[in-house]
């Protein structure tokens, strides 16, 4: 029941915030399965952990992990409790509300303002790029940083605190999200203190630091950068998830943030704008964006940190929504993306469907091996920008089967460790990446193999064969997720 003692516009607000909360999640539970890339390789390697736990897998182990483990210890805990399906499906809403509503609380106190219009834009943002990959450690610890400076702005002491104890949390989930939470968070500061001239001054400065920061990367690490990075430039690309259709909604995406940024600069004059806190921050992120290589090889790790323009692209996408957040959208402008995120979110249905049905094909195959068989995938979808069927396998093997090519354990990124021979993952992550790829040679100590793969190009029927040593491994391609609906 309502508290009597509330105001009446606080109980309104509560239940405004707990029908949102309703509605960000239903994508979780919508279809039985969360169809998110790597998510897969999380439920599994949670399933070997428990395993592992319970030793029945001899030659693994868990390792203490500093980082790059919260959402595994969450998903753990919540399949624990509620059972393998109900825990994925509130492991992902717990991912998507903490976003949601960071990103909210950051645009609204950056803004002095609810920032309930832009909440269709982070609505969309939140089942974006980084979702659909799959990476909820990154993610998650995105989500934590966006709380942790909406508290910090306040400035408030427990706030603070509060806000140092969510990045400690972070931490523990993702390291480079909380990198440039501190450093927003030190550049807010210092610009709080000067009047417009200082503010260029400080962003010359920084602009400098991130170039800095670039060449310190390529000159001591191995690195990837590419011009196309310039693309994640706004972060509209997040909404560009599978087939170009996706595309569609990232374009009028942009036409929407540009018309709400013109309308803040008309409302209140270009310099005030352009030299506030929230658009300097989001001009930094976007620096960083495209400046700071998107591969990184560091020597600690069997694989490099990888995607790092893309991942930031969120961030910049948050940076500019709450930027947008001081504007006053006409009704036509809020219809327009209210509009735009209901056919983004059509588009989430339809493909999650269809994902969802060739799933359930990969377990009905695999249910007809032998139990705990070795099995790689050979499915791919070339149509998308994500391919969604890579880690598919993971899953379904869950329980059932051991996926051969699962790549966290050689990675040495993630808690779950190998030895060599161990019969159940493969430790080299060149060996794992050669069977995604589809040019991996069996050898006689992988035997039995099992391979699911399409029974033919652009075919959705599934065949599972044994694969001998010598042979090597295969890849097929079909368009899984609809082109439109």
Partial sequence: MPDPELPIWRRREAALAALVSALVVLPCWWQPLVQAGDFSSHVYNAWLAKEIEADRLPGLWLTSQRTNVLFDLLLGELTGLLGWRLGENAAASVLVLVFVWGAFALASAMSGRRAWPVLPSIAMLAYGWVFHVGFANFYLALGLCLWALALAWRGDIRQLAL??????????????PVTWAVSAAVYATAARALEARGRIVLGAAAIISIFVARLLLMTRFPTLWALEQAFGLT???????????????SFFLLLFWTLLLLRRVEAEGGRPVLLGIPFQVYMLTAAVVVLIPTRVDLPQYEHALVYISHR????????????LAGARPSKWQLAGLTTLAALFFSFQFVDARALNELENRMTEAVRKLPPRQRVISALCDDSSRIDPLVHMVDRVCAGRCFSYANYEASTTQFRVRAQAGNGVVVTDYGDSWSMQRGDYEVRSSDLPLFEISFCAENSQELCVRELEAGRKTGRTCGQVTPAWW
């Fill in 163 to 176: 806000a140092v104890a969510l990045l400690a949390l972070a931490a523990t989930a993702h390291l480079l």
């Fill in 312 to 323: 930031m692209s969120l961030a910049a996408a948050v940076a500019l929504v709450v930027c």
């Fill in 235 to 249: 972060g509209t690309d997040q909404v560009w998830v599978y087939s170009a259709k996706y595309f569609v909604v």
